[in-house]
């Protein structure tokens, strides 16, 4: 699909869907900048709207009781350390989903499936082998994806609505085949800083740390624009407060801390809106 009839199809059913979306009382903080997406929950029903959108179906049977989330993604959900000539990996102690397990310890149960290098899966076989890999995780009550890092840097020319279209493949056989609720994360910004990668790579169209950056800030729009249209939770990663290495992309140990703590905030909110759905049951 071409990327003009992707991102124009996309803002349009966002754009509607925000017209049929009631008003009510947010539950956490508004946006400090207009370009600032926050963490949304979509639903096209009922939904208190602000920067959250909280939807009520499926979810009054959670309350109260001890969840699951399964985090898949990348290096930086595997704890990756590129400090090494050849990389190597923070200790446990150190990675962003050993510090949200301790956290939550108690309230929710922490799975991670991340490896270095990986990629949106393809329609077919690719998409196939990750439903079934995600399917042994089962039972759980949350998928958190945060992909397409590596899209972006695998492509001659960065363009987020590929890694986008992907992506929405994913999310909705994820949701016919596990019926869970999903996440979906926007991951962190592309931000080199190499003179290496400030040589334009196409004549005229600029450098490619500058796409890079600015296709991975497209890349949140989409996925925000695939949250609203599938219903599931969306987290904004490249607008949180983190700190990434030298290389740009991997997060720093103190990196890992800070994205451990907004983290933890999304997945209070959900806990807490599950809580909020139980007792309006009873």
Same mark, same amino acid.
């Given at each position: 699909?071409?990327?003009?009839?992707?991102? /124009? @199809?996309?803002?349009?059913?966002?754009?509607?869907?925000r017209k049929m979306l009631p008003k009510?009382?947010?539950?956490?903080?508004?946006?400090?900048?207009?370009?600032?997406?926050?963490?949304?929950?979509?639903?096209?029903?009922?939904?208190?709207?602000?920067?959250?959108?909280?939807?009520?179906?499926?979810? /009054?049977?959670?309350?109260?009781?001890?969840?699951?989330?399964?985090?898949?993604?990348? /290096?930086?959900?595997?704890?990756?350390?590129? /400090?090494?000539?050849?990389?190597?990996?923070?200790?446990?102690?150190?990675? !962003?989903?050993?510090?949200?397990?301790?956290?939550?310890?108690? $309230? !929710?149960?922490?799975?991670?499936?991340?490896?270095?290098?990986?990629?949106?899966? $393809?329609?077919?076989?690719?998409?196939?082998?990750?439903?079934?890999?995600?399917?042994?995780?089962?039972?759980?009550?949350?998928?958190?994806?945060?992909?397409?890092?590596?899209?972006?840097?695998?492509?001659?020319?960065?363009?987020?609505?590929?890694?986008? @279209?992907?992506?929405?493949?994913?999310?909705?056989?994820?949701?016919?085949?596990?019926?869970?609720?999903?996440?979906?994360?926007?991951?962190?910004?592309?931000?080199?800083?190499?003179?290496?990668?400030?040589?334009?790579?196409?004549?005229?169209?600029?450098? +490619?740390?500058?796409?890079?950056? @600015?296709?991975?800030?497209?890349?949140?729009?989409?996925?925000?624009?695939?949250?609203?249209?599938?219903?599931? +939770?969306?987290?904004?990663?490249?607008?949180?407060?983190?700190?990434?290495?030298?290389?740009?992309?991997?997060?720093? $140990?103190?990196?890992?801390?800070?994205?451990?703590?907004?983290?933890? %905030?999304?997945?209070?909110?959900?806990?807490?809106? !599950?809580?909020?759905?139980?007792? @309006?049951? %009873?």
């Amino acid at each position: 699909m071409q990327r003009g009839s992707w991102e /124009s @199809e996309g803002r349009v059913h966002a754009r509607a869907e925000r017209k049929m979306l009631p008003k009510g009382g947010p539950l956490i903080k508004p946006p400090k900048a207009a370009d600032t997406l926050g963490s949304l929950m979509i639903d096209d029903r009922n939904a208190a709207i602000n920067t959250t959108i909280i939807k009520t179906a499926n979810i /009054s049977d959670k309350g109260g009781l001890m969840k699951k989330v399964v985090f898949y993604g990348d /290096s930086n959900t595997y704890g990756y350390d590129p /400090s090494g000539m050849m990389g190597g990996r923070y200790p446990r102690r150190s990675r !962003w989903t050993t510090i949200l397990a301790e956290h939550l310890e108690g $309230e !929710w149960s922490v799975a991670r499936d991340g490896m270095p290098g990986r990629m949106i899966p $393809e329609a077919g076989k690719g998409l196939g082998y990750v439903i079934d890999a995600l399917k042994a995780e089962m039972p759980m009550d949350l998928l958190a994806v945060m992909l397409g890092t590596n899209d972006l840097l695998t492509m001659r020319r960065p363009d987020a609505s590929k890694a986008a @279209e992907k992506m929405e493949n994913l999310i909705a056989a994820a949701q016919e085949a596990l019926g869970t609720d999903i996440l979906l994360i926007a991951p962190m910004q592309i931000r080199f800083t190499d003179p290496s990668c400030t040589d334009p790579f196409v004549r005229g169209s600029g450098d +490619y740390a500058q796409r890079c950056l @600015e296709e991975s800030r497209l890349l949140a729009r989409y996925y925000e624009e695939i949250a609203r249209r599938r219903g599931t +939770y969306f987290a904004d990663a490249s607008s949180w407060e983190t700190e990434t290495a030298f290389d740009g992309v991997h997060l720093t $140990e103190r990196g890992n801390a800070l994205f451990a703590k907004e983290m933890e %905030k999304m997945l209070r909110e959900i806990g807490e809106a !599950w809580n909020r759905a139980q007792l @309006e049951k %009873k």
